[in-house]
């Protein structure tokens, strides 16, 4: 730097380098019009649907001072606590996890349905602004007029005048960097004066005026001790590292994530292995090899466990699963509570007087054993509990009173039916309007639901198959539950005749949900795949490939938004 500015006095400007998706949003009249992703590096998708669901960047800039068109560069990101939240609901449903925020927030930067991704809370960091006219000299500048914008700029930036100030912002934030509500991985130096930037210039792959530090990878090696097993309530049973404890990006680590039988095999793993632990993306800790230097002598290969740890019922593991279930989901225990949690939750039927500690009492008194026992309930009943009187027994009874007036679709996910999370469930319940409905639809009935698959349409058949499952929905309706929806779309025509769409794409002036409601009101129907028996693929704009070929191949008539709104008027 100082060679190519023939010692001229210069300063750096230091930002952290976060692990994110890169996105260039446009603004034109001030209006956001564009959000591009890197893509391939050459070209990229426009995902402004959807990056307008991000709440912190804003869709209008009304300053004096903007350009008429500029552009702003950001890294987009799912904050740790979003991605701990998504892989809860992931497991709670027994659907495989995410595997790191970063593939996340990318994945859900390209789905189609804007209010999916919107649920997803995504964020967004802003970091570089381009335009002409802008009147400034620095990059410093450039930051602070994003934020007078109303752009949200992490906070940890800082200006150095000289490469010991640069040294010690990359010392502070490698202690801190664990802080942060975002996975970081280094450090972005750059020139700060924009003059002198473009008197630096580019080489062939990168600017000159700017540089990234890279911090080392945030693992170490400890001992393995043992490995348990845990089972969730849909009866997956989960590997865990049982570790000597090691401190590890400001925590004391003590257990790892295994994930399942696969990778202990990869691994080769044999207890009292020094293994390599990682805190990446991964709010939980993670085994990621094993030091082959360090391994003692006559240690055997571990050998998955074949018996459920909790009950000794023989494990199963379906054709294509990559974990092992217990089957016996009436007599395991850790299955039994953990739909009686599930139950309870807020998302479901929202009984939040009661808790896990209590939930274990009511299991082993033998008052509680499945969701619908908790309607049988009587205060008698919890005033055998330790530490329950009067007030604390009424309030529970109270808040299993109140769960009563839950909307269909909230029972609907309370129930637990494997894969079927909150917004499944949702469109079951649109889509089918009643338990009495979905209950005896067929596989193919269930495959023309909106966003559902072969593997959810299977859980659902296989679930109102088990006795044991119709008994539990009996009771609930006799409990007084609400099993059906309440409101359905109202009739407004018969126009579209009993024609099937498909719905595809991002839609200028509908959600999704909005196209669905207007099908149905107007007397058509909605289907989730294409075939030869469609009369209409509706295509928005970034919709799949895949479904357009399939259409064309199958000579299915595809139409735009305006075709669709020129068939409602008939």
């Keep these: 730097v100082a060679k190519g500015l023939a010692g001229a006095p210069y300063d750096y400007f230091c930002e952290l380098k976060f692990d994110g998706v890169s996105i260039s949003l446009i603004y034109e009249d001030g209006l956001l019009t564009k959000a591009i992703t890197r893509g391939d590096g050459v070209r990229g998708d426009n995902v402004v649907a959807n990056a307008r669901t991000i709440r912190s960047l804003p869709l209008r800039v009304s300053a004096k001072n903007r350009p008429a068109r500029f552009e702003v560069r950001g890294e987009?990101?799912?904050?740790?606590?979003?991605?701990?939240?998504?892989?809860?609901?992931?497991?709670?449903?027994?659907?495989?996890?995410?595997?790191?925020?970063?593939?996340?927030?990318?994945?859900?930067?390209?789905?189609?349905?804007?209010?999916?991704?919107?649920?997803?809370?995504?964020?967004?960091?802003?970091?570089?602004?381009?335009?002409?006219?802008?009147?400034?000299?620095?990059?410093?500048?450039a930051i602070h007029q994003i934020e007078k914008w109303g752009f949200q700029v992490s906070p940890t930036y800082r200006k150095c005048q000289n490469i010991d100030e640069v040294l010690t912002y990359i010392h502070h934030w490698e202690k801190r960097r664990s802080?942060?509500?975002?996975?970081?991985?280094?450090?972005?130096?750059?020139?700060?004066?924009?003059?002198?930037?473009?008197?630096?210039?580019?080489?062939?792959?990168?600017?000159?005026?700017?540089?990234?530090?890279?911090?080392?990878?945030?693992?170490?090696?400890?001992?393995?001790?043992?490995?348990?097993?845990?089972?969730?309530?849909?009866?997956?049973?989960?590997?865990?590292?049982?570790?000597?404890?090691?401190?590890?990006?400001?925590?004391?680590?003590?257990?790892?994530?295994?994930?399942?039988?696969?990778?202990?095999?990869?691994?080769?793993?044999?207890?009292?292995?020094?293994?390599?632990?990682?805190k990446g993306g991964e709010i939980i800790p993670k085994v990621t090899g094993v030091d082959l230097d360090r391994r003692p002598p006559n240690l055997h290969p571990l050998q998955y466990t074949r018996t459920c740890p909790e009950c000794g019922t023989t494990l199963v593991r379906e054709e294509g699963e990559a974990a092992y279930y217990?089957?016996?989901?009436?007599?395991?225990?850790?299955?039994?509570?953990?739909?009686?949690?599930?139950?309870?939750?807020?998302?479901?039927?929202?009984?939040?007087?009661?808790?896990?500690?209590?939930?274990?009492?009511?299991?082993?008194?033998?008052?509680?054993?499945?969701?619908?026992?908790?309607?049988?309930?009587?205060?008698?009943?919890?005033?055998?509990?330790?530490?329950?009187?009067?007030?604390?027994?009424?309030?529970?009874?109270?808040?299993?009173a109140e769960s009563r007036k839950v909307p269909f679709e909230a029972v609907l996910f309370a129930i637990g039916i494997r894969y079927v999370g909150k917004t499944v469930a949702e469109k079951l319940a649109r889509h089918f309007g009643s338990m009495e409905k979905?209950?005896?639809?067929?596989?193919?009935?269930?495959?023309?639901?909106?966003?559902?698959?072969?593997?959810?349409?299977?859980?659902?058949?296989?679930?109102?198959?088990?006795?044991?499952?119709?008994?539990?929905?009996?009771?609930?309706?006799?409990?007084?539950?609400?099993?059906?929806?309440?409101?359905?779309?109202?009739?407004?025509?018969?126009v579209l005749g009993n024609k099937s769409f498909v719905i595809s794409g991002v839609f200028r002036s509908y959600e999704r949900e909005q196209l669905h409601?207007?099908?149905?009101?107007?007397?058509?129907?909605?289907?989730?795949?294409?075939?030869?028996?469609?009369?209409?693929l509706l295509a928005g704009d970034n919709m799949g490939p895949a479904k357009r070929e399939k259409a064309e191949k199958l000579g299915v008539q595809i139409i735009s938004e305006e075709e669709f709104e020129r068939l409602l008027k008939g």
Excluded at 517 to 536: C, M, P, Q, T
Aim: charged content about 25%.
């Design 438 to 494: 979905l209950q005896t639809a067929t596989l193919e009935q269930l495959l023309e639901a909106p966003e559902v698959g072969e593997k959810i349409a299977q859980s659902v058949v296989q679930f109102f198959q088990d006795r044991h499952n119709r008994e539990e929905v009996a009771r609930l309706r006799k409990a007084g539950l609400h099993l059906e929806v309440e409101q359905r779309v109202a009739p407004v025509s018969q």
């Design 76 to 141: 987009v990101f799912l904050p740790k606590k979003e991605f701990d939240r998504l892989n809860k609901e992931l497991e709670d449903v027994g659907e495989e996890t995410y595997a790191n925020a970063r593939n996340t927030a990318s994945g859900t930067l390209k789905l189609q349905d804007s209010t999916e991704v919107a649920r997803r809370k995504l964020d967004c960091f802003a970091y570089y602004l381009l335009g002409e006219n802008l009147d400034i000299d620095t990059h410093e500048e």
């Design 326 to 400: 217990c089957p016996n989901t009436s007599g395991c225990p850790p299955q039994i509570k953990g739909r009686i949690e599930h139950f309870i939750q807020r998302k479901a039927m929202d009984i939040d007087s009661l808790g896990e500690k209590t939930i274990d009492q009511l299991f082993a008194l033998g008052l509680v054993k499945t969701p619908a026992d908790l309607y049988d309930l009587r205060k008698e009943d919890l005033l055998k509990l330790d530490g329950f009187k009067d007030k604390s027994a009424s309030n529970i009874l109270a808040g299993i």
């Design 179 to 278: 802080d942060l509500p975002l996975e970081t991985d280094g450090v972005v130096i750059k020139v700060n004066s924009l003059t002198q930037q473009q008197q630096l210039g580019f080489t062939a792959k990168s600017p000159r005026w700017a540089i990234a530090y890279k911090y080392k990878a945030e693992s170490i090696a400890t001992r393995l001790n043992g490995v348990t097993y845990q089972v969730g309530r849909t009866g997956a049973v989960t590997p865990v590292a049982e570790l000597e404890p090691v401190f590890l990006a400001g925590t004391t680590v003590k257990r790892a994530s295994l994930h399942n039988a696969n990778e202990i095999a990869r691994l080769d793993l044999r207890i009292g292995d020094f293994v390599f632990v990682e």
């Design 517 to 536: 409601d207007l099908i149905l009101a107007n007397g058509g129907r909605v289907l989730s795949s294409v075939s030869g028996k469609l009369d209409y």
